[in-house]
Nanobody
Framework: QVQLVESGGGLVQPGGSLRLSCAAS????????MGWFRQAPGKAREFVAR???????YYKDNGKGRFTISRDNAKSTVFLQMNSLRPEDTAVYYC?????????????????WGQGTQVTVST
């Protein structure tokens, strides 16, 4: 089992920035593919970005050019730096860990989930 705990959410004005963190515990962190998802009110959860153990990164269009995913294996933590935030980025953001050795990008590809952290972009 891997336990994931997100932090760093909050209220920010349009154009602002937030840095989300996700701390993992329970198992060795480095072999997992780590991902970020988000779920806006009334919408399905959607994939945002992933980072593989070797550091390779993939972004979905919703955050490309504005979001940066990174990981610190020594601290068992994955980050999501979000810049130029827009009201449509308002959502609960979840981190997830996948045991799949590949290129996971759907909910079913990920095995462990955090509880989520709320991000609200508003004036």
């Amino acid at each position: 089992q891997v336990q994931l705990v997100e932090s760093g959410g909050g209220l920010v004005q349009p154009g602002g920035s937030l840095r989300l963190s996700c701390a993992a515990s329970g198992r060795t962190f480095s072999p997992y593919v780590m991902g970020w998802f988000r779920q806006a009110p009334g919408k399905a959860r959607e994939f945002v970005a992933r980072i593989r153990p070797n550091g390779s990164i993939y972004y979905k269009d919703n955050g490309k050019g504005r979001f940066t995913i990174s990981r610190d294996n020594a601290k068992s933590t994955v980050f999501l730096q979000m810049n130029s935030l827009r009201p449509e980025d308002t959502a609960v953001y979840y981190c997830a860990a996948s045991e799949t050795y590949g290129f996971p990008s759907s909910e079913t590809d990920f095995d462990f989930w955090g509880q989520g952290t709320q991000v609200t972009v508003s004036t």
